[in-house]
C-alpha cells in the first residue's frame, strides 16, 4: 500500500539534533498526557534503533567496498609475501604455515547464507569432509542457527568481519570493532569465539602491500591467525561447474587452502561443483583438513602420512579438548551474554511487523485522512481559482528577468532558451553559466536569440549562479528555471500575474515531466500529477506553501533579497528560500496554468540519487528554519501550520507507510488472505480515485493511470527505502554532495498534453 509521497526538497551537509527541552506541566491535565509522550517517544526511538540496526546489518551505513587498487609491498617482510596462506605470530614474528603435499583445506567465505551454507553443510557431511567457513558477522547475527549447525557438524569458523568492509584505510577503532562485533555474533549464536581470521577481498600472500600489512600484524599480535589461499575456484565469476572445479585444483599434488563462496550472490553452480571436486580430489589421493589441522600436520609430518593413509580420505582434523577445533574456545561471561542479546536484538529487528502492528493503524488514518485533505482543498482552490470574477489584480504587463542557472547542459539548453524566446510575455534571459566544460555558453550564445545574456562564473554551485542572476536581473519580478525545463509560451505572463497582489513574494510553477513515454518517466508522471501539484493546491489553500520547484518559479526581487538570496546552507535552496520568504511575511502561492516541462531522471540510478537529495534536503531545510515552531506572526504561522504538515506527510508517514505493504502480506499469509486482499484493493481504490481528480484538473490523459498499480508496488516502495536511507544518513551523521544528473534533450517544446 502506498501514499502519495511530496519529494522533499535537496538536502544538507551535517547532522543536528534539536537539544530535549521538556517544559513544566501547566495543568493537571498536561502531567496526565505525559506519559504518553514518552511512551510515543520510546516507540519512536525503538523504530529508529531497529531501522539502525537492520541498516547496519546490511552495511547501507558502514559501507562494502574495496577502497585500494594496490600499492607497494616494501613494509612487508620478503619471508610473508613468499609463505604459504597461514600467518601467525609466535613471539612477535611473523611466520608463514603452508598446506601440507597433497592435503586440501576446504574454505568457504560470506556467509552462512540460508540458502546456500545448508546445501555445503550436507555435502560436506555426505562426503565426510570438513571446512573452514569465514563468517560475516551481520550474517552470523541474522542465521544464528545455521552457524550453531555449522559448529556441531565440526567445521571450523572465522572472522571475516561484521560488514565486510576493506580494511586497509580504516581507523584501528573501526577494525577492532569489526572483529569484536563478529566475536560476540559467534558467541552468541554458537558459544564460541575463534582466532581465524580472514580479511574480505584478501588472496594470496603476495598480494599483501603496505596499507593492509599493520592491520595483519596488529591481529597476529592479539593471537589472530590470518589465513589466505594457494588456489581460488573463482565461483563467484560462476563460470560454469568445469571451471570451478579445475580452478580449484592445485598442481602438482601440492597441498593448498582453497576458496569457495558459500554466499555473497547466487551459488548453484558452487553447489554443483563442490562434490565433483571432492571425489577427484579424493581420488588423487588428498585428504582434508582444517586450518587448525594443516597447522597440526606441519608440525607433525609423521602424523599427517599416518592419517593420509587411512582409508577414505581420512577426516581427522586437530581438535582441543571438548570437542571443539582447535582454533575454538568456548564463549564465557560477558562475552557470552552480550553476544546472545546482539543476537536477540537482531531477531527483533527482523521480525518486527507484529510488534508494529498498532502503528499501522495510526498510519493508515495518517495516510486516509491525507486522502482526505487533498481531495476537499484541491477542489477547494481549483473552485476558487477559476472563477470567472477570480483576480489578482491589474494584469502585469511589464517585463521580467528569466534566471537560467546552468552547468554542463549542452543538451538541453538550446530547447531551454528557444522555448522562452517564444514567450508572449516580454522577458529578458539570463543565463548564468557556472563553470560548464562542454560549451554550454558557448551554444546559448551562439543561438543569437533576442534578449538573452550570458553571464559567465567560476563553478560554484547552483545557489551562488541563481543569486548571480538576480544580481545582474533587470526587473523587479525574476522567474528562476533549469536549464533542463521548457516553457509553453504562455507560461511566464501566467506565472507572473498573482505579482499583481503586493503581500505575494513568489510564485510555484506546475512542474510537468516531459519525458514520460518511459516507465520510469510514466510513474513519474503520476507522481507529479498527484503528489506534487494536488499537494500544491492544498498547501496554496493553508497559505503555506513548502516548496517552489526549481523548474519554474518567480519571485519578487526584493523579496529575495530580504531573505537574504538564495542560501548554500542546504542542497535543498527551493525549499530553503520558500520557507525563509514564509518567514519575512510574503505569501508564496500556485499558479497551476503556468507549466513546466522538465526533464526527470531516465535511470533508477538517477531517480534514486535525486530523490535521496531531495529528501535529505528537506529535513535539512526543515531542521534549518526550525525556530519558527516558536515564532510570532507569519513565521510562526509557517511554523506551526506548515512544518507540522510537511513533517507529517513527507517524512513520517512515507517512513511508517511500507508497513501497510508488510502487514497486507504478512495478513494474506498468516490471518486471512480474501481480507486482507480486499482492504489492500480499498486503498489502492482510493489512491485511483485522488490520482483521477488530480488528472482532470491537470486536464491530463487517463491512459497513465493504467500503470498506477505497478507504481504502488514498485516505484513508491524505492521512494520510502530513499527516504529511510535519508533518514539514516542523518542519524548517522553522513554528508552528501550535490549529483549532477545525466540529461538526454529529450524534451522539447510540447504540442499538448500527453
Not at 577503532?173 to 558467541?187: F, G, P, S, Y
Not at 600472500?205 to 592479539?222: C, K, M, Q
Not at 505572463?493 to 510553477?509: C, E, K, M, S
Request: glycine fraction near 10%; charged fraction near 20%; aromatic fraction near 8%.
Amino acid at each position: 500500500m502506498t501514499t502519495p509521497t511530496t519529494p522533499p526538497s535537496p538536502p544538507a551537509r551535517g547532522r543536528r539534533r534539536a537539544p530535549s527541552r521538556i517544559g513544566r506541566a501547566a495543568s493537571r491535565a498536561a502531567a496526565l498526557q505525559r506519559p504518553r509522550v514518552l511512551l510515543a517517544l520510546l516507540l519512536l526511538l525503538a523504530l529508529t534503533c531497529v531501522m539502525l540496526l537492520d541498516g547496519y546489518l546490511r552495511a547501507e551505513v558502514g559501507g562494502d567496498e574495496r577502497v585500494r587498487t594496490g600499492a607497494s609491498a616494501s613494509d612487508v617482510p620478503d619471508d610473508v609475501l613468499d609463505g604459504g596462506p597461514i600467518l601467525t605470530f609466535p613471539g612477535g614474528q611473523a611466520t608463514t604455515v603452508s598446506v601440507p603435499d597433497k592435503t586440501i583445506v576446504l574454505t568457504f567465505d560470506d556467509g552462512p547464507d540460508p540458502t546456500w551454507t545448508p546445501q555445503v553443510l550436507d555435502i560436506l557431511d555426505e562426503y565426510d569432509v570438513p571446512g573452514t567457513f569465514f563468517l560475516v558477522g551481520s550474517m552470523i547475527s541474522r542465521h544464528p542457527g545455521i552457524v550453531r549447525d555449522l559448529v556441531e557438524q565440526g567445521n571450523e569458523v572465522g572472522v571475516h568481519t561484521f560488514t565486510h568492509v576493506d580494511l586497509s584505510y580504516q581507523s584501528e577503532a573501526r577494525v577492532t570493532r569489526e572483529i569484536e562485533q563478529t566475536q560476540l555474533a559467534l558467541a552468541g549464536a554458537a558459544g564460541i569465539t575463534t582466532t581465524l581470521f580472514r580479511a574480505p577481498y584478501s588472496s594470496e600472500t603476495n598480494a599483501i602491500d603496505d596499507y593492509s600489512w599493520p592491520v595483519y600484524r596488529n591481529l597476529g599480535e592479539d593471537g589472530y591467525t590470518s589465513v589466505f589461499i594457494d588456489t581460488d575456484s573463482d565461483d563467484w565469476k560462476r563460470p560454469g561447474v568445469s571451471k570451478i572445479v579445475e580452478w580449484a585444483t592445485p598442481e602438482d599434488d601440492e597441498g593448498a587452502s582453497v576458496l569457495f563462496h558459500d554466499a555473497g550472490g547466487e551459488r548453484s553452480q558452487t553447489i554443483a561443483a563442490l562434490p565433483k571436486y571432492i571425489e577427484k580430489m579424493k581420488a588423487k589421493g588428498y585428504t582434508f583438513t582444517t586450518v587448525s589441522g594443516a597447522m597440526a600436520d606441519q608440525q607433525s609430518q609423521q602424523q599427517q602420512q599416518e592419517q593420509s593413509q587411512q582409508p577414505g580420505g581420512g577426516r581427522q582434523p586437530q581438535q582441543s579438548g571438548g570437542g571443539l577445533q582447535a582454533a575454538h574456545h568456548k564463549a564465557t561471561g560477558a562475552t557470552l551474554y552480550e553476544g546472545k542479546a546482539l543476537v536477540a536484538a537482531v531477531a527483533v529487528a527482523e521480525w518486527t511487523v507484529p510488534a508494529l502492528s498498532v502503528g499501522l493503524v495510526i498510519v493508515g488514518v495518517a495516510v486516509m485522512g491525507r486522502f482526505a485533505m487533498m481531495l476537499v482543498l484541491a477542489r477547494r482552490h481549483h473552485r476558487q481559482r477559476n472563477r470567472r470574477r477570480f483576480s489578482w489584480g491589474p494584469p502585469v504587463t511589464g517585463p521580467v528577468s528569466v534566471v537560467v542557472p546552468a552547468y554542463n547542459e549542452k543538451e538541453c539548453i538550446e530547447a531551454t532558451l528557444r522555448s522562452l524566446a517564444r514567450s508572449t510575455h516580454p522577458v529578458e534571459i539570463i543565463v548564468v553559466d557556472d563553470g560548464s566544460t562542454d560549451g554550454t555558453a558557448e551554444i546559448a550564445e551562439s543561438l543569437g536569440l533576442p534578449g538573452v545574456r550570458v553571464v559567465r562564473q567560476a563553478n560554484a554551485g547552483k545557489p551562488a549562479a541563481l543569486n548571480n542572476g538576480v544580481r545582474h536581473a533587470r526587473y523587479d519580478i525574476v522567474v528562476m528555471m533549469d536549464g533542463d525545463t521548457v516553457f509553453e509560451p504562455d507560461t511566464v505572463r501566467h506565472l507572473v500575474q498573482p505579482f499583481a497582489d503586493p503581500a505575494v513574494g513568489a510564485v510555484a510553477g506546475n512542474a510537468k515531466v516531459g519525458n514520460r513515454r518511459t516507465l520510469i518517466g510514466a510513474w513519474q508522471h503520476i507522481e507529479y500529477v498527484m503528489g506534487f501539484n494536488l499537494d500544491r493546491r492544498m498547501y496554496d489553500l493553508l497559505r503555506c506553501m513548502p516548496t517552489i520547484p526549481g523548474a519554474i518559479g518567480a519571485f519578487r526581487r526584493e523579496a529575495v533579497l530580504q531573505a537574504g538570496g538564495m542560501s548554500d546552507d542546504t542542497l535543498a535552496e527551493d525549499t530553503d528560500i520558500t520557507i525563509a520568504l514564509h518567514r519575512a511575511g510574503w505569501r508564496v502561492v500556485y499558479e497551476e496554468h503556468a507549466r513546466a516541462w522538465t526533464e526527470a531522471p531516465g535511470s533508477l540510478g538517477q531517480l534514486w540519487s535525486q530523490r535521496y537529495r531531495w529528501s535529505y534536503g528537506t529535513m535539512q531545510a526543515l531542521w534549518k528554519h526550525r525556530r519558527s515552531l516558536t515564532d510570532k506572526g507569519p513565521s510562526g504561522r509557517f511554523g506551526r501550520v506548515g512544518m507540522p504538515l510537511v513533517v507529517l506527510f513527507q517524512v513520517v508517514t512515507p517512513v511508517f507507510a511500507p508497513l501497510i505493504d508488510v502487514f497486507t502480506v504478512y495478513s494474506m499469509v498468516f490471518v486471512d488472505f480474501r481480507a486482507a486482499l480486499l482492504a489492500w484493493l480499498a486503498v489502492l481504490g482510493v489512491q485511483l480515485v485522488c490520482a483521477a481528480y488530480a488528472f482532470r484538473l491537470d486536464r491530463e490523459k487517463y491512459r497513465y493511470l493504467l500503470m498506477m498499480p505497478l507504481q504502488q508496488l514498485a516505484y513508491r516502495q524505492m521512494m520510502y527505502l530513499v527516504l529511510i536511507h535519508s533518514c539514516v544518513t542523518a542519524l548517522t551523521g553522513g554528508r552528501l554532495r550535490w549529483q549532477k544528473l545525466k540529461r538526454t534533450g529529450e524534451v522539447g517544446t510540447p504540442a499538448g498534453n500527453g
